[in-house]
């Protein structure tokens, strides 16, 4: 017979009724979402931090290429403290 532990108590499977059988199934399916979604969220993480540094390999690239800003006119103050009242 299969045992199952609930909050410290341990019951036979065979013992529980359908209505907890069925409790248990959506809280082994959650268990096992959850899990699978963590894997996939590292996996993310994992993609970011490689996509992070081709990114700062092409900045650094591109600045040994091209002075910043270059032929471009010179930016203008947008602070509303500049302006006259």
């Known amino acids: 017979m299969a045992l199952v532990k609930i909050n410290g ?9 359908d209505e907890v059988k069925t409790h248990l199934k959506y809280l082994s ?13 590292g996996t993310f993480h994992l993609s970011r931090d490689h996509v ?13 290429q091209h002075t910043p800003f270059e ?3 010179p930016v203008e103050s947008t602070d509303s403290a500049d302006k006259p009242a």
């Open 71 to 73: 032929n471009s006119p």
């Open 9 to 17: 108590v341990t019951y036979e499977l065979d013992t529980l009724s």
């Open 52 to 64: 992070g540094r081709l990114l700062d390999f092409s900045i650094a690239n591109h600045a040994m």
């Open 29 to 41: 399916y959650i268990d096992s979402e959850i899990e699978r979604l963590k894997m996939q969220l």
